[in-house]
């Protein structure tokens, strides 16, 4: 019986966490000026990305955009604002994957989002979250909402140690967009990368493949992955398209163009050929993405040179590790995530990188009843969030204490320490009323009040209950 009540800790906490999140967080605001305007840092690389995912519709349609996570460790928290200039563009719920629970908030023109995982392995690489739109009635075909990130405060992540970092500095920050279709539709280039398996060792070859009603003429862009054991060997041209690349650690660069006047029609452009490393895990998937696009160029119906890089899609490949001469246990395993693109400049906001310690208050009880209640919002008078009640065995592992006794990730004010003071967290920082929570929420001892505390209560009270038993 104790070994099945360990199998479950992480599904008992993940329910508790999933029930709070998703009771009534989704409400309208304002955008607050003064968080638009946040001090903004320059984007940094590195082997993690985050990202967001193109898409297409027709007016009236319903559309969702991922966000997408790709790094060498599972993501841990993410606290982001997500941002367009067209008001009309409506977005309707935002849901996180399995693994990550998502406080947000919807505005006009914006979401706000803060979750972590309560797994103690994190979320792998992938959609983490999922936004889903409705593309107003009246757009007109060709449309293109470009949806960027204003702000990103804080991407944790933790290794196979169990070891926690805030690695924003390090990711690169990358737009999406989503285009209107219709009549015109067949007149915006999509340039994607395919997708391949292959065994570790082996050579493979990706494909750049082009398809428009014009033809193409010319493709300048770069192409990225995570990880720099992955090794692009080279890159031809297709036929009547000369190539010439840059092979980079996780990253290649192509310039490619048509000897034919007037262009080629729809097809492949170019191939690229990957070295899978010795050491692959099977189940492995390496994520391919258009980083930098300078120029898309077709010949329009005029049959002039026309550069379409701003409207182009450009959809990112997978290179899947099938089973080979490695038979170890499968470690890393991703989610291909279609399209991805940053065409759009981005300015993003950043946090400093910070530790983690942990507590040692001991867990000895569990509840059956959690109950949230969040207050009017400070800066949109008119709203107010539901209060809920929801029911779940084995929900909330609780830490009984003093009445006088100050507990550290009490965020709640409730006299313990129980997963809903990881939620409070991560609501109050969606809500951007982290001025509300008391000085105990800094459960990490940085200093700095984020979804670091969060995730790191979560995965506190998920080892001592294991310990516990």
Not at 142 to 167: E, H, Q, R, S
Not at 290 to 310: A, H, K
Not at 365 to 393: D, M, W, Y
Request: charge should be negative; hydrophobic fraction near 35%.
């Amino acid at each position: 019986m104790k070994t099945l009540t360990k199998r479950f800790i992480p599904v008992i906490l993940t329910i508790a966490v999933f029930s709070i999140l998703i009771s009534g967080n989704s409400v309208y605001y304002d955008f607050p000026e003064a968080y638009i305007s946040a001090e903004t840092a320059a984007e940094q690389s590195g082997n993690y990305t985050l990202g967001i995912s193109d898409t297409e519709g027709n007016p009236g349609d319903k559309v969702t955009v991922d966000v997408i996570f790709s790094g060498d460790c599972n993501l841990d928290s993410i606290d982001a604002v997500m941002k367009w200039e067209d008001s009309d563009l409506k977005a309707d719920k935002v849901t996180g994957v399995s693994e990550i629970g998502i406080s947000s908030v919807i505005g006009s023109n914006y979401i706000t989002f803060a979750g972590f995982s309560s797994d103690l392995s994190g979320a792998s690489s992938g959609s983490i979250v999922s936004v889903d739109f409705t593309i107003p009635e009246n757009a007109q075909p060709g449309t293109i909402y470009d949806l960027t990130f204003k702000a990103v405060n804080v991407l944790g992540t933790v290794d196979g140690d169990g070891n926690t970092l805030n690695i924003l500095n390090n990711a690169d920050i990358t737009a999406g967009k989503i285009t209107v279709k219709g009549a015109d539709t067949d007149t915006v280039p999509h340039v994607s990368l395919s997708d391949i398996e292959g065994k570790p060792g082996e050579t493979v070859t990706v494909d750049v493949l082009y398809d428009c009603k014009y033809n193409f003429d010319a493709i300048d862009a770069a192409i990225k992955w995570n990880d720099t054991n992955l090794k692009s060997e080279s890159v031809s041209g297709a036929e009547n398209v000369n190539a010439t690349y840059l092979n980079g650690s996780g990253y290649v660069t192509l310039a490619g163009y048509t000897s034919v006047t007037g262009g080629i029609s729809s097809g492949k452009i170019a191939s690229i050929d990957f070295v899978i490393p010795d050491d692959a895990q099977p189940g492995t998937v390496y994520n391919l993405t258009f980083t930098v696009v300078s120029t898309v160029s077709v010949y329009n119906e005029d049959g002039v040179q026309t550069d379409m890089s701003q409207k182009a899609v450009m959809n990112r490949g997978t290179i899947k590790v099938s089973e080979g001469a490695v038979t170890t246990a499968v470690t890393s395993a991703t989610k291909p995530i279609a399209t991805t693109v940053t065409t759009v400049n981005t300015t993003v906001s950043k946090t400093t990188d910070v530790s983690e310690t942990s507590d040692t208050a001991a867990v000895t009880s569990a509840t059956k009843q959690v109950t949230v209640t969040t207050a009017e919002s400070t800066f949109a008078s008119s709203s107010t969030l539901a209060s809920t009640s929801v029911s779940a065995a084995e929900t909330t592992v609780t830490t009984p204490v003093s009445t006088t006794e100050t507990i550290k990730g009490d965020a709640d004010l409730d006299g313990k320490l129980s997963v809903r003071d990881a939620t409070v967290i991560a609501q109050k920082l969606a809500q951007n009323k982290k001025e509300e929570l008391p000085e105990r929420a800094d459960f990490n001892g940085d200093n700095v009040i984020n979804v670091r505390d969060a995730a790191a209560i979560a995965r506190y009270l998920a080892n001592e209950y294991k310990n516990s038993k």
